[in-house]
T-cell receptor, first 116, second 114 residues
Framework: AQTVTQSQPEMSVQEAETVTLSCTYDTSESDYYLFWYKQPPSRQMILVIRQEAYKQQNATENRFSVNFQKAAKSFSLKISDSQLGDAAMYFCAYRSEGGGADGLTFGKGTHLIIQP | DAGVTQSPTHLIKTRGQQVTLRCSPKSGHDTVSWYQQALGQGPQFIFQYYEEEERQRGNFPDRFSGHQFPNYSSELNVNALLLGDSALYLC?????????????FGSGTRLTVV
C-alpha cells in the first residue's frame, strides 16, 4: 500500500514571500499521479496542482509550482508571492495509474498561515 | 455549473443508529468517491461507485455501504454508528476514465456521533 507523509504540521510565511511545503511518498509503482489539494475553512478540497510521474518537467500553475524528485519520492509545493487567501490546510495526495477505480491516498496535511 | 453538492451539511446521531449521506456529482461526471476525514487528519478513501457498482473499497468495515443511482448521484450509509465514526465525510466526483485530471470535492457532511 502507498503512504504519503507530510512532515510539517504547520508553516508560517509573510505575505508576498515564498514558502515550500514538503511531501514524501512510498510506492513500488512506476506510474502514478501526485496532487496538491487546498482545504480552506469552507472544508471543500480544491485542486491546486497535479503531476504525472512519467513527466520529468515540474508542473506549474501561476504562483504554484512543484519540485518532483521521482528517485527520492519527493513532491514539494512552492507558493510564490503568498497571499492572505492562500491560508488553508494543504494536502498532498497520491493516485495509482492503474485505472479509473483507484482512490486518492492523502497525507495528514500542513496548516499554512499567512502573516500580513 | 454546479459543483458537487452534499447533504446534509451537519448531522448529529446517537451510537447504534444508522445514517444516510447524499451526494450529487458535478455535471458531466460519472463517478463518485467517498472519503472520511477525522479531525486533524487527511481524508481516507472509503469506496468508489461507477455505473451503479462499487468499484474499489478502502479499509472500512461492512457497516459502510453505498449506492449510486442512474443519475450518478450517490448515498453513503453507515450502520451501527460508533463514536469513532464522527468525522467530516467528503464526496468527490470525477470522470472514470479521466480521474487522473483530479477530482471535484464537495464541502462535506459533518457527522457527530454522541
Amino acid at each position: 500500500a502507498q503512504t504519503v507523509t507530510q512532515s510539517q504540521p504547520e508553516m508560517s510565511v509573510q505575505e508576498a514571500e515564498t514558502v515550500t511545503l514538503s511531501c514524501t511518498y512510498d510506492t513500488s509503482e512506476s506510474d502514478y499521479y501526485l496532487f496538491w489539494y487546498k482545504q480552506p475553512p469552507s472544508r471543500q478540497m480544491i485542486l491546486v496542482i497535479r503531476q504525472e510521474a512519467y513527466k520529468q518537467q515540474n508542473a506549474t500553475e501561476n504562483r504554484f509550482s512543484v519540485n518532483f524528485q521521482k528517485a527520492a519520492k519527493s513532491f514539494s509545493l512552492k507558493i510564490s508571492d503568498s497571499q492572505l487567501g492562500d491560508a488553508a490546510m494543504y494536502f498532498c495526495a497520491y493516485r495509482s495509474e492503474g485505472g479509473g477505480a483507484d482512490g486518492l491516498t492523502f497525507g495528514k496535511g500542513t496548516h499554512l498561515i499567512i502573516q500580513p | 455549473d454546479a459543483g458537487v453538492t452534499q447533504s446534509p451539511t451537519h448531522l448529529i446521531k446517537t451510537r447504534g443508529q444508522q445514517v444516510t449521506l447524499r451526494c450529487s456529482p458535478k455535471s458531466g461526471h460519472d463517478t463518485v468517491s467517498w472519503y472520511q476525514q477525522a479531525l486533524g487528519q487527511g481524508p481516507q478513501f472509503i469506496f468508489q461507485y461507477y455505473e451503479e457498482e462499487e468499484r474499489q473499497r478502502g479499509n472500512f468495515p461492512d457497516r459502510f455501504s453505498g449506492h449510486q443511482f442512474p443519475n450518478y448521484s450517490s448515498e453513503l450509509n453507515v450502520n451501527a454508528l460508533l463514536l469513532g465514526d464522527s468525522a467530516l465525510y467528503l464526496c468527490a466526483s470525477s470522470l472514470y476514465w479521466g480521474a487522473n485530471y483530479g477530482y471535484t470535492f464537495g464541502s462535506g457532511t459533518r457527522l457527530t456521533v454522541v
